[in-house]
């Protein structure tokens, strides 16, 4: 079934040359703003912008004239766009004309439609006619029905002082687009070091593309409040990736967060993902590090190093995911050893990333004896066995949590107090050790 339509007015003026400025943020929205020119006539007239996102929050919408003012009295958006049964319902009571598959015509006013059938009043009978709706081959009205547009519009009130091109800056913003982060590394652990190689991905769901567009990314949690659409913006899309080596992006301070800047123009598409490199390849200091928590059954893989300039790094960094390879040395391939959450990091900041459960490390806690002391106070003889399964020496960390006041005694190990609530004792074991770490300790509450 086909619908041909025949227009007899539609205006809908849109703007050619328009130059965008795309700032996307954490937070799943993004700034954009566009240097356009309105070809205006005199007096008091309707302009129709329908190059926007469909996710557009109208109430967003700034707009401020860079040469000769002119007056916007009022702004709707239009989002009643036109599709088959949007149109249908607005013709009731007027004239179609219907052709069946056995090309049979019928004339006469619409009178309702529902999934199986489409029923008129016939011009020349005045009969109710009942056409099925798979026997139907087209139908045909004389225009679209006002107040229907082709793609989500602004709809502006507007007076100009004379007819001419007034140039202006259009800002708003839009749901629908977000960037992350992916940080690629490579572990070498015998000469301690980490290649980081970083990627954005850009996705693009907003119902517009953006051509040759300047590009920046805010980093941070920028508070921005909730809003819920009745529409359905999050539409299936088709997802394309492009890879690109260069430009890259440059970074600074920006109020309380931290801004990146891509250094040339970018086409981001709508439904498109898009990739391009945060910063070039760093080599980075780092050290394995296991930690093994009291209580817990699992000894953690870790990698520990400084986000700092002398380390190799020193870059304010975005909240992503971090995938760690390794290279075999048997065949020089790389092989997926775990992957992490980063959160923003400053520089000089320390990172731990954990890769996964140490498989040859075993380590276990038991409470040997708890004994009551006073009504508020107690004792307990606590045992850590720790065992490398492993043919290298490894260091592990004890980490154990206290509460109230309490006091370490009998230890066999000197440790150190990270917290007021947490110490931590280090251990280094040699191929197929076992180390049985004890101590007493005594809580107030």
Known sequence: MKIRIIILAVLLITCLNAKDQVTIYNENFSLVRSSIDLTLSKGIQSYFMDDIPSTIEANSVIIKPLKGNFEIFSQNYEYDLANTSKILEKYIGKNIEIISKTDNKFIGKFQFNDSSTIGIIENNTNKLILIQRDEIRNISLAELPKNFFLKPTLHWRLNAPKAGKFPIDFSYICTGMEWDVTYNTVWNED?????????????????????DTKLKLIAGDVQKITQQYDKEIYTRYAMETTVAAVPE???????????YTLSENVNINNNQTKQLRLFPTKIVNAESRYEYSTGSTDVQSKIKFINSKKDGLGIPLPKGIVKIYKKDDADNELEFIGEDNLDHTAKDEEILLTTGNAFDLVAETITIERRKISNRIYERDMKVTLKNRSGKTKTVIVLHNLYGDWTIMKNSLSFNKKSATLIEYEKELKPNEVYELTWTERIES
């Not at 980081?196 to 907003?206: D, F, G, M, P």
């Open 191 to 211: 000469i301690s070091k980490l290649e980081i190689n970083s990627w954005v991905t850009i996705i693009n769901k907003t119902g517009k593309a953006f051509l």
């Open 249 to 259: 992006f440059e970074e600074k301070a920006f109020h309380d967060f931290h801004m």
